[in-house]
């Protein structure tokens, strides 16, 4: 690693690379797919559906790119990276003497591979000179992406471990669960791991799923907010409507920032489930990105109000608790500053 860039450097950049590949990646995805589910199946529809959807897939090309780019490295070893980083993604699975690729990989898998990538590129650069245009794409797809494939299976039994801890919340009193679920969805979605995967993984439906969902956009929203007079109206709305994650890097280099995060994921958690607000295992994870949590409600929740009570979990309860914690955490209790919500540039 050169000498200018330190560990917590390096570690924010590949942090950012990350997030900022998530959001190019599954923006179109987020905006579209909800919209495109209420419409009546056409060719236009298909193929609308067809390019955001593969899209996705490129999420750890896109990755290791960006983290390279972040590290200052040369095009000739972002590009490499990003070999590696799709190799050790786990999207691509040789099914019959063709690659078939579904999903966006493991996240957690997809920023260790970059992390190591970006180390291996920033190595060899330094002692190949010349040779490195004939030997770092070979060199940093066969280290990089090996590594990749080996530690595979350890992240996904994290993801596993992880999403089994959860599961352990449906147990609870319907209450409880919700404010439980909403904080942990709230949390996963700025955190390495996958909220979707997750989601899918422990089947979580019902009330479950949908105090999992209005968690994650009370999150979402509490963050947008706290942090909208120093980011880009575009950035702010991102986070609602976008994924959240792009905050992954700021969350994870000031833990303190979580604190606004569960309070207000858990409040919104608990009233939907008083309010009986449901989902399913696909929506959970979601938020209120491409509208699939609240269209996904509307469709499965049943009772009287049913317009009411999502306006209350998808936009009084968020903004009020994103208004509340801007109130205590920022001018009151002076604990957090809107800078520290500060997005890179993008």
Known sequence: MEAKM????????????????????????????????????SNITE?????????????????GMLVGLL??????????????????????????????????????????????????????????????????????????????LFTLPYTLAVQTWIGDLVAKSTSLSPLLMGMTLGIAFAILIVSPLSSVGIATAISI????????????????????????????????????????????ANILEKPKLFLPIIISAGATGLVSAALEIKGTAFSAGFGASGFVGPITAFQESTGANIGLRLLIVYIFMPVGMAVLMRIIFVKVLKLIQPSDLKLPEV
């Open 47 to 63: 193929t609308l559906s067809f390019m955001v959807n593969l899209a996705q897939t490129a999420l750890p090309v896109i990755a």
């Open 71 to 148: 590290l200052k490295l040369a095009p000739l070893e972002s590009a490499s990276m990003s070999l590696a980083t799709l190799i050790g993604s786990g999207i691509a699975v040789a099914q019959k003497g063709q690659f078939v690729f579904t999903g966006t990989g493991v996240i957690l898998n997809i920023m260790l591979t970059s992390f190591i990538a970006g180390f291996i590129a920033m190595t060899l650069q330094r002692y190949l000179g010349s040779m490195r245009v004939i030997l770092n794409p070979t060199a940093i797809l066969l280290t990089g992406g090996s590594i990749g």
């Open 6 to 41: 330190s560990f917590k450097d390096y570690t924010l950049a590949v942090l950012n690379g990350n997030a900022t590949a998530v959001l190019v990646a599954l923006m179109p995805a987020a905006l579209l797919n909800g919209i495109l589910s209420l419409m009546e199946p």
């Open 205 to 248: 439906s019902g009330v479950g799923s949908g105090s999992a969902n209005t968690g994650i956009v009370a999150g979402a929203m509490t963050l947008a907010l706290i942090g909208a007079s120093v980011n880009p109206i575009g950035g702010t709305i991102a986070q609602v409507f976008g994924s959240p994650k792009i905050q992954m």
